[in-house]
């Protein structure tokens, strides 16, 4: 069975500008979250979405958004991009609500915004 | 939700046990306490998970005392393929409150 997979897995993008990632779960899979990882916050949840409707959501601001697909692909989008956006973006995809014994992580993007 | 502290780095040897400890002083008594591992490029990748006591499985061992405040995630003889990043995370996931907050986790180094 494929992993989780992520498209695509580098971005760079200038400050202002929009970034839409996106996430592919495991077959079968109907939760999807993502997270925010830097070097100096470590991993942040920003949200999860389960059946096309988001669930939970950590402390973003509201640039950060997403959706999710009747196929369960999730898409996150973080509009006027700045400098502190620079991280890794995993998303994570569980067969139920997101539990951390049950989460199957991505490798990533790494977006870089300049 | 409970904020975690782990030690930012440890160093160790092939062979040798490796115990990091995590703490989580305002665990509440519906948080289970879940350890993560990750190397570079990669997701993090579910180790073991805890509620009290201690429980053990195939890769490692997790010691919870009776205050639940703190953690400790127990390596039996690291090998180099060890080397990784090592997250504590705090968390509920009984009830709605599934926000996922990692710590700043341990970079754990293992020598030949």
Sequence with gaps: ?114 | LAKTTQPISMDSYEGQEVNITCSHNNIATNDYITWYQQFPSQGPRFIIQGYKTKVTNEVASLFIPADRKSSTLSLPRVSLSDTAVYYCLVGDIETGRRALTFGSGTRLQVQP
């Design chain 1, 1 to 114: 069975k494929a992993g989780v997979t992520q498209t695509p897995r580098y971005l760079i993008k200038t400050r202002g500008q929009q970034v839409t990632l996106s996430c592919s779960p495991i077959s079968g899979h109907r939760s999807v979250s993502w997270y925010q990882q830097t070097p100096g916050q470590g991993l942040q949840f920003l949200f999860e979405y389960f059946s096309e409707t988001q669930r939970n959501k950590g402390n973003f601001p509201g640039r950060f958004s997403g959706r999710q697909f009747s196929n369960s692909r999730s898409e996150m989008n973080v509009s006027t991009l700045e400098l502190g956006d620079s991280a890794l973006y995993l998303c994570a995809s569980s067969l139920e609500l997101a539990r951390p014994d049950t989460q199957y992580f991505g490798p990533g993007t790494r977006l870089t915004v300049l």
